[in-house]
Each structure stands twice: as structure tokens, then as C-alpha cells.
């Protein structure tokens, strides 16, 4: 079978892989053990599937693999810090936001995005920025109250990362 090489960086990690030309991105993910990222309607409808591609949330089942080429990825599997969950994911279990748990990955992920754009969004805000996730079991309700809440933690956490990184940079610089 005709392969193609693919670099890309994965959850803060650099990674080459062999890929079939038309493989899916979600496929490839999967195929990496990366079974976070959820194979549902595979038609771009459901965003179970989603991930974060250069900080933007984006099905995978619509991409092809070769498309990642030279680009940055996040999935559910990078989003703690270490044994620490993310104050999104703190906040979703909190919220009793996680039922089945088949949204839950790409709505973090949705909700990420979104708070890095909008670290104080509006409840409006919130509600369509998950537009494209869907859930059987939560009504919504419980993942919007939960990104809500993790605002102004995720806020502060983003402020005192972006500290550390310039004050990373000073030390290097001086
Ligand atoms: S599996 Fe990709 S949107 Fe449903
Ligand atoms: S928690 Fe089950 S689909 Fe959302």
C-alpha cells in the first residue's frame, strides 16, 4: 500500500508517522491510541470527534490525515497538566456535566477554545460555541453551567502560564 510520511506535533509532542493518503485524521488518531477522540455520526454532525488543530476546534472525521502536516493538535489526552485536570475538566465533573461521557471530550476541548479566545464569555457565547457537540444524556444545561464556572479559573490560570513563559523568556534573554 502507497504511504506518505506525516510530521505534526500531538499534545505537546513531535510526531512522524506513516499514513495512507486518504486516511482520516480521526482515524490516524485513533490508530495512535489517541481514543479520546470519539468516532460517532463519522458525517461531521455530532462533533464527538472534535479536536483542537492550531487552537481551533474541527471535526477530524472531515479532515484527511495529510492535512495535519506541519501542524499543532490537541486532544482530550493533552489537555490535563500532569496528575491536575484542567479547571474545565474540574468544572465539568463538578457540575455533574459528564454522564456517558461520549461528549464530554470534544466539548472540553470546544470550551477550551473558546475561553482562550473569550476567558468571561456570556452564557450566548458558551451555548454556541457548543452548538456542535452534542449530547444525549445532559440537556446541556450542566456543560454550560460548567464552562460558566471555569471562566474566571481558566482566566487566571492562562494569565499566571503566560507569566511563567515571559518570565521563562526573560531569564533565557538575560
Ligand atoms: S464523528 Fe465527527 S462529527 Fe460526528
Ligand atoms: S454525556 Fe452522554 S452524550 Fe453527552
Not at 1 to 12: A, P, Q
Not at 72 to 101: K, M, N, R, S, Y
Not at 106 to 117: D, F, I, N, P, T
Amino acid at each position: 500500500m502507497k504511504t506518505m510520511e506525516l510530521r505534526l506535533t500531538v499534545n505537546g509532542v513531535s510526531q512522524q508517522w506513516s499514513i495512507a493518503p486518504g486516511e482520516l485524521l480521526l482515524d490516524l488518531l485513533r490508530r495512535q491510541g489517541y481514543f479520546g477522540v470519539k468516532r460517532g455520526c463519522e458525517k461531521g454532525e455530532c462533533g464527538a470527534c472534535t479536536i483542537l488543530l492550531d487552537g481551533k476546534p474541527v471535526n477530524s472525521c472531515l479532515i484527511f490525515a495529510a492535512q495535519a502536516e506541519g501542524r499543532t493538535i490537541l486532544t482530550i489526552e493533552g489537555v490535563a497538566h500532569g496528575d491536575q485536570l484542567d479547571p474545565l475538566q474540574e468544572a465539568f465533573l463538578d457540575h455533574g456535566a459528564v454522564q456517558c461521557g461520549f461528549c464530554t471530550g470534544g466539548m472540553v476541548l470546544s470550551a477550551k477554545a473558546l475561553l482562550e479566545r473569550r476567558p468571561n464569555p456570556t452564557e450566548a457565547e458558551v451555548r454556541e460555541a457548543l452548538a456542535g457537540n452534542l449530547c444525549r444524556c445532559t440537556g446541556y444545561l450542566k456543560p454550560v453551567e460548567a464552562v460558566l464556572a471555569a471562566a474566571p479559573a481558566s482566566s487566571a490560570t492562562m494569565k499566571r502560564r503566560r507569566a511563567a513563559r515571559k518570565a521563562a523568556a526573560t531569564e533565557v534573554a538575560s
